[in-house]
């Protein structure tokens, strides 16, 4: 049984009590070292072996993951965040059920979550937003032809926009053009989480050349919305005039 984990976006304690359990647990390792923090191997067996899927094509990959099966070991593969989110993990497990091989998959804390914890902020602000769209800019690899970022842009949601760090400039274009106002709030958390994160704030017009002055060319999130301001109505779930199902009734 091969193991896919969420490690988390960085602290090691952000790492589930079940993913820990089992990298703790593991024969062989295979991690994404370009992002994942090593401290989350820190509790591996001395005999464990590591590999780093970073210099590692998917063929590679299969390969140690049949090989420690055969030899009825245990194989652990460690996702930066939570696999489900740009995680190229669907490919692994079509290969894996292809070979008959068995797997299950723990969840993990995906960075967009870590980075509404260290904006301390909601997402979802009643009256303002109630959509979150997570997405990311065309750069190497295209996107589908109806998930322009322009045309995401005409809803208004929360938007997260991954691995696009390298893209300020055209990504605030893009969204401008899709009819963000221009002043519409932004935020830039660089390694969420971890010791050295950093936060950029600003608009569409200055963040590209805030997230410049700061250095930041990789491991970021861009998010942008209205969520970020301060104007919002107060949730119907906690207001004492509004009864809930099952829970609550409203004061009088
Ligand atoms: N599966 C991961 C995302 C992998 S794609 C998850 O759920 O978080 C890699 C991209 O995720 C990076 O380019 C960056 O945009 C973002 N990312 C990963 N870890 C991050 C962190 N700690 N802080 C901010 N962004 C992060």
């Not at 696009?164 to 830039?188: C, H, K, N, W």
């Amino acid at each position: 049984m091969i193991s896919f984990i969420g490690a988390g976006p960085g602290d090691p304690e952000l790492l589930t009590i079940k993913g820990k359990r089992l990298i703790d647990e593991a024969d062989v390792i295979i991690y994404a070292g370009s992002l994942v923090n090593p401290e989350v191997l820190s509790g591996r067996k001395d005999t464990a072996i590591v590999h780093d899927s970073a210099y590692m094509h998917l063929d590679q990959v299969i390969e140690v993951m049949e090989q420690t099966e055969k030899e009825g070991k245990k194989c652990v593969r460690v996702h930066t965040g939570d696999p489900a989110i740009y995680g190229a993990h669907r490919e692994q497990m079509d290969r894996l059920d292809e070979l008959g091989i068995e797997y299950e998959v723990i969840p993990g804390v995906s960075s967009f979550l870590a980075t509404a914890a260290a904006l301390r902020k909601e997402y979802t602000m009643p009256g303002k937003s109630q959509t979150v769209i997570l997405t990311r800019m065309e750069g190497r690899t295209p996107m589908p032809p109806k998930e322009k970022l322009k045309d995401l842009a005409s809803h208004h949601a929360t938007m997260i926009v991954f691995l696009s760090i390298g893209f300020m400039d055209e990504m605030s274009a893009q969204l401008i053009e899709g009819r963000y106002e221009p002043e519409t709030p932004v935020a830039v958390v660089y390694k969420a989480s971890w010791p050295d994160q950093k936060i950029v704030i600003g608009t569409l017009k200055d963040i590209a050349q805030k997230v410049k002055d700061a250095g930041i060319t990789k491991t970021a999130l861009t998010v942008v919305g209205d969520f970020l301001g301060d104007e919002y109505e107060l949730s119907k779930l906690y207001d004492k005039h509004f009864s809930t199902l099952e829970y609550r009734k409203a004061v009088e």
